[in-house]
Each structure stands twice: as C-alpha cells, then as structure tokens.
C-alpha cells in the first residue's frame, strides 16, 4: 500500500524534445560510459522519484527502455516539455529535468524531491551562482494551469515561467552537478 501512494506522491521526466543545434548531433545520445547521457540521467532520476518518463520523439529514444511521450505542443521548448508532463502526470510532486546534465546525483534529486514534498510553493528550483536552474526542478502538477497560460501567453522562456509562480529555492551544495553540456567543447571537458 505505501508504495502505491509514494508513487503517486512523485514522477520524474527528462526532457529532450531539443534541437542539440549548439552540440551538433543529439546530446542525449552521446555516450556516458556504457549507456547514454539520456539513459544516465532517466536511471537518476527514476531512482529518486520512482519513475521517469522521457518527452521528446518516441521514434528517437523509444528503444531505450523508458515510456517516451512526444511534447503535445510542439517546438516550444522546455515549457513545451514541462507542459507536457504535467498535464499526463498522476504524481503531485514532479522531478523535471533536462537531459544534459551528466553531474546529477541521484542523492541531489532526492535531496531536491524531499525538501519540494516539504514545501508549500508549487514549484523548488536550484538555485546557484549562475542563478535559477529551472530543467532540473520540482514542479507540483497544480502548475499545469500555469504552464498552459504560459504558452498562450508565448511566455516561452522557463526563468520568465517560473517567475510566475509560488516557488522556493534550494541552494546545491554541489553546483556543479546543475552544468549542462550543450557544445562538443563542454563535452569533452568534463
């Protein structure tokens, strides 16, 4: 029985419904060890939410082994992908994160999902020097309204989005497990 309702207390996404223009070839698909970056990050983030459903195009990561949604509004962006998991979400705390941070830790999303689960905004972003980090966030699916108002709003832009809600911040004690890697320079330094 406890298990059923921690599931339905939290999901996780990862969103790779992008272009990877800067990178040159799909990001998610480069390869980190023995799997993908985006099967890195799925693994870490099914580990601390207890699910992960990937958004992005079925036909690309379907053999992945994770349910694959496509956005339900195209070309929009991460609002697009986040909007898309809140609106098929049965969880009331989801873990939304981007599929090109090869520096998360499974303990850090857990630590972000306990302290979300705890919190009375509707959304915990990290928060580093660089500022919000909004693609590896805690949303609360009553945020759904929210984001379809953003996108009829053509507020597309996830720090202008998420400036629009009631939302708490968590500073990392690791900031650099939020870097993103988006050019084949960035890959190859870490």
Known sequence: MLQSYHHLMRSG?????GRSSRMGRDKALLPAGDRTLIEQVAARVCAAAGHVTLIGPPERY??????????????????GG????????EADWNLVVACDMPGLTT??????LGAAESSTADCLVPKTAKGLEPL?????????????Q?????IFKMHDFV??????TAVPADPSALEN???????SAR
Request: with cysteine; net charge negative; hydrophobic share 45%.
């Open 107 to 112: 303990e850090f999303l857990r630590e972000l």
């Open 62 to 79: 379907a053999g992945l082994g994770y349910p694959v949604v496509a956005d339900r509004v195209e070309n929009l962006g991460p609002i």
């Open 150 to 154: 953003a996108i009829l709003r053509k």
């Open 136 to 148: 590896c966030a805690v949303y609360h699916r009553r945020c759904l309204a929210a984001a379809e």
């Open 82 to 89: 986040l909007y898309t998991a809140l609106s098929i979400t």
């Open 13 to 17: 996404f990862v969103l790779a419904g």
């Open 181 to 187: 890697v988006n050019t084949p320079e960035e890959w």
């Open 163 to 168: 400036s629009t809600l009631h939302f708490e």
